[in-house]
């Protein structure tokens, strides 16, 4: 099994829809992280948590919340889906120094 | 000076080149660098980490000059695996979070 699991794989979904985003890791790290990647403009970050009562906004939070339900457990919502929410994203882990992230397969995700 | 910079390429050599990409950085606080690979459509992996001047494995060579903000990563005898996206990267201002450069994109061709 791989060491951090996202689902869905891929999502299709309408604008104005709720939609959750999971990721479980099995590193037993501390530090999780959401990240999104469209063409040309790279990785940017979302949120992370560096343990289950921690939440920070990233760059572009933005019509994101997460809620890190336990250690392993990391989830992203868009609350009312749009069409510029159309991205892969990217779920990471890292331990206590921050370095070497351990990163999903990713969620494509397209709201039309 | 934005906080991570790349040239975004595309770098097309054939096989057995020799390719170096540049990166700047604008935190001169940052005590650690790292560069990903990225295949297309899939995760960024851990390629190498910069703690200190520089850092070689096999083909693979990073280089940090501090001075001038910028860090280097240099592939030799090039395979057509090695065609992907190369991300430099460092941690923000915070000390929270890694800041992923753009990528620069490799071609290797037979």
């Known amino acids: 099994d791989a060491d951090v699991t996202q689902t869905p794989r891929n999502r299709i979904t309408k604008t104005g829809k709720r939609i959750m985003l999971e990721c479980s890791q099995t590193k037993g790290h501390d530090r999780m992280y959401w990240y999104r990647q469209d063409p040309g403009l790279g990785l940017r970050l979302i949120y992370y948590?560096?343990?289950?009562?921690?939440?920070n906004k990233g760059e572009i939070s933005d019509g994101y919340s997460v809620s890190r339900q336990a250690q392993a457990k990391f989830s992203l919502s868009l609350e009312s889906a749009i069409p510029n929410q159309t991205a892969l994203y990217f779920c990471?882990?890292?331990?206590?120094?921050?370095?070497?992230?351990?990163f999903g397969s990713g969620t494509r995700l397209t709201v039309v | 000076r934005k906080e991570v910079e790349q040239d975004p390429g595309p770098f097309n050599v054939p096989e057995g080149a020799t390719v170096a990409f540049n990166c700047t950085y604008s935190n001169s606080a940052s005590q650690s660098f790292f560069w990903y690979r990225q295949d297309c459509r899939k995760e960024p992996k851990l390629l190498m980490s910069v703690y200190s001047s520089g850092n070689e494995d096999g083909r693979f060579t990073a280089q940090l000059n501090r001075a001038s903000q910028y860090i280097s990563l240099l592939i030799r005898d090039s395979k057509l695996s090695d065609s992907a996206t190369y991300l430099c990267v460092v941690p923000n201002q915070a000390g929270t979070a890694l800041i992923f450069g753009k990528g620069t994109t490799l071609s290797v061709s037979s």
């Open positions: 948590s560096f343990d289950v009562k921690d939440i």
């Open positions: 990471a882990t890292s331990d206590w120094t921050g370095d070497g992230y351990t």
